[in-house]
T-cell receptor
Framework: DAGITQSPRHKVTETGTPVTLRCHQTENHRYMYWYRQDPGHGLRLIHY???????DKGEVSDGYSVSRSKTEDFLLTLESATSSQTSVYFC??????????????FGPGTRLLVL | DQQVKQNSPSLSVQEGRISILNCDYT??????FLWYKKYPAEGPTFLISISSIKDKNEDGRFTVFLNKSAKHLSLHIVPSQPGDSAVYFCAATMTGNQFYFGTGTSLTVIP
């Protein structure tokens, strides 16, 4: 358990409304990530952060923005939600693990439905 | 373009037998590979990893094999148990900053 929580865990919203998902970690990890999981696509990186105020885009960043004003919190915002953003969203942190390399530890996920 | 591929969406195995899950990658710059296990309604959990300088890594019932020339890795589970039923994702990284995931293989272990 890497001390990662996500909120909310479930959300239903309407097309065109803004939505913010929160990821919170308690162990001061530098790297944090947002992924979405969809059938047939696996886990796809949306954005990641390598420090406070330092973020970069992943492969599916269109329609999403992120902010990290504190080490422990990484926020994902859907500026104007669309039905194609219905998905399960996972936050992750990077930490040492495995055979001397880095690995990721994931939060429990947020299930988002955009109507 | 998918850099990490899992071509088998599902696999069924009898309890006690070996489960072999496969993963292919296209980017020869990847130097570290990982397997994750995911149960429904939970986040993925790290299972086992391997560095590109090795061709095998074992952890209990789980063994990962890496064939760099074929750009292929596999996860062996021996013996398979019903609690192993889950979706398995392989992942790869070259810098440790970004991780690229496959689409997952759903393993069912039949009692």
């Amino acid at each position: 358990d890497a001390g990662i929580t996500q909120s909310p865990r479930h959300k239903v919203t309407e097309t065109g409304t803004p939505v913010t998902l929160r990821c919170h970690q308690t162990e001061n990890h530098r790297y944090m990530y947002w992924y979405r999981q969809d059938p047939g696509h696996g886990l796809r990186l949306i954005h990641y952060s390598y420090g406070v105020k330092d973020t970069d885009k992943g492969e599916v960043s269109d329609g999403y923005s992120v902010s990290r004003s504190k080490t422990e919190d990484f926020l994902l915002t859907l500026e104007s939600a669309t039905s194609s953003q219905t998905s399960v969203y996972f936050c992750a942190i990077r930490a040492s693990g495995g055979t001397g390399g880095e690995t990721q530890y994931f939060g429990p996920g947020t299930r988002l439905l955009v109507l | 373009d998918q850099q990490v591929k899992q071509n088998s969406p599902s696999l069924s195995v009898q309890e006690g037998r070996i489960s072999i899950l496969n993963c292919d990658y296209t980017n020869s710059m990847f130097d570290y590979f990982l397997w994750y296990k995911k149960y429904p309604a939970e986040g993925p959990t790290f299972l086992i990893s391997i560095s590109s300088i090795k061709d095998k890594n074992e952890d209990g019932r789980f063994t990962v094999f890496l064939n760099k020339s074929a750009k292929h890795l596999s996860l062996h589970i021996v013996p398979s148990q019903p609690g192993d039923s889950a979706v398995y994702f392989c992942a790869a990284t070259m810098t440790g900053n970004q991780f690229y995931f496959g689409t997952g293989t759903s393993l069912t272990v039949i009692p």
